[in-house]
């Protein structure tokens, strides 16, 4: 499977940005996705992920009540609808693809496959 990850840009604080991350092939339903950011001088972190069977989610405590990831299998993608968005998420985000457990879903490591990253900017 690839990854194509879109739908970055430039927003004000408070402002809103969907991200969307679209796989190649269908063996995509067989894996948990999750959504990761890397800001400039930073390791890469946590936003959220979404398992294959039953949709159960998660998420970052910075993430809670302002992030939605949601996975459309008909459309082979994954949504990373952010609002209330701050200058501190201003961040490259990257979705990935991966058969983990429960325990290890926060660790980057354990994802095999990556979409190519997309910007969000937000301004104060």
């Known amino acids: 499977v690839q990854l194509q990850a879109s739908g970055g840009g430039a927003v004000q604080t408070g402002g809103s940005l969907r991200l969307s991350c679209a796989a190649t092939t269908d063996t995509f339903r067989a894996y948990t996705m999750a959504w990761f950011r890397q800001a400039p001088g930073m390791e890469r972190e946590f936003v959220a992920a979404i398992r294959a069977s039953g949709g159960t989610t998660h998420y970052a405590d910075y993430a809670k009540g302002r992030v939605t990831i949601l996975r459309d299998g008909a459309k082979k993608t994954v949504y990373l609808q952010m609002n209330s968005l701050r200058p501190e998420d201003t961040s490259v985000y990257y979705c990935?693809?991966?058969?983990?457990?429960?325990?290890?879903?926060?660790?980057?490591?354990?994802?095999?496959?990556w979409g190519q990253g997309t910007l969000v900017t937000v301004s104060s």
């Open positions: 990935a693809a991966g058969n983990v457990i429960t325990s290890t879903l926060r660790d980057s490591s354990k994802y095999h496959t």
